[in-house]
T-cell receptor, first 113, second 112 residues
Framework: GESVGLHLPTLSVQEGDNSIINCAYSNSASDYFIWYKQESGKGPQFIIDIRSNMDKRQGQRVTVLLNKTVKHLSLQIAATQPGDSAVYFC????????????FGKGTHLIIQP | DAGVIQSPRHEVTEMGQEVTLRCKPISGHDYLFWYRQTMMRGLELLIY????????DSGMPEDRFSAKMPNASFSTLKIQPSEPRDSAVYFCASSLGTGYLFFGSGTQLSVL
């Protein structure tokens, strides 16, 4: 079955607001997590990653939070812009990524003007 | 670097025909992955290579699918014979083995 999943298939937010995309994973042995962004007609693009020895990591306008207790991962996007409209995938791996990633089904983020 | 390069971008073929998808990984990356994306099943790992050697092909759906990596800069995914249910977007990705994967733009395959 699917070991990585998302709570909401579609998320609609106002431009300028913050977005939070959630992800649940079931494999407690997973130690590496990644968020990807996929725009229409393109391949998944890396956004940010986090290893299991951390619970928070920040990038430019994005923050990933990891809660290992409840096996939950979230992606926060600050001050969303029209260019943030895309499908966002969380992915997990055991061992740092060498043997491929298991992807969730994705959340479609829609930015309202 | 040009990133992972896939060809063709679009492929339309008839059922029963042979289809060959091509991939050029990022130079220096020693891991190469083939994924398939559909609305129903999302992104699925088909097979991956390390130093041109297939490591895990458990995701290959059936014997009609085969993948090769004759050298560090080229890989192919072949479907023979193709069927309508093979219609999907096929992605190639490469990595250094630790860390995230770099994906190509994909090949949109339509089997009529």
């Amino acid at each position: 079955g699917e070991s990585v999943g998302l709570h909401l298939p579609t998320l609609s937010v106002q431009e300028g607001d913050n977005s939070i995309i959630n992800c649940a994973y079931s494999n407690s042995a997973s130690d590496y997590f990644i968020w990807y962004k996929q725009e229409s007609g393109k391949g998944p693009q890396f956004i940010i990653d986090i290893r299991s020895n951390m619970d928070k990591r920040q990038g430019q306008r994005v923050t990933v939070l990891l809660n290992k207790t409840v096996k939950h991962l979230s992606l926060q996007i600050a001050a969303t812009q029209p260019g943030d409209s895309a499908v966002y995938f969380c992915a997990e791996n055991i061992g740092g990524g060498a043997d491929g990633l298991t992807f969730g089904k994705g959340t479609h983020l829609i930015i309202q003007p | 670097d040009a990133g992972v390069i896939q060809s063709p971008r679009h492929e339309v073929t008839e059922m029963g025909q042979e289809v060959t998808l091509r991939c050029k990984p990022i130079s220096g990356h020693d891991y190469l992955f083939w994924y398939r994306q559909t609305m129903m099943r999302g992104l699925e790992l088909l097979i991956y290579f390390n130093n041109n050697v297939p490591i895990d092909d458990s995701g290959m759906p059936e014997d009609r699918f085969s993948a090769k990596m004759p050298n560090a800069s080229f890989s192919t995914l072949k479907i023979q014979p193709s069927e309508p249910r093979d219609s999907a977007v096929y992605f190639c990705a490469s990595s250094l083995g630790t860390g995230y994967l770099f994906f190509g733009s994909g090949t949109q395959l339509s089997v009529l």
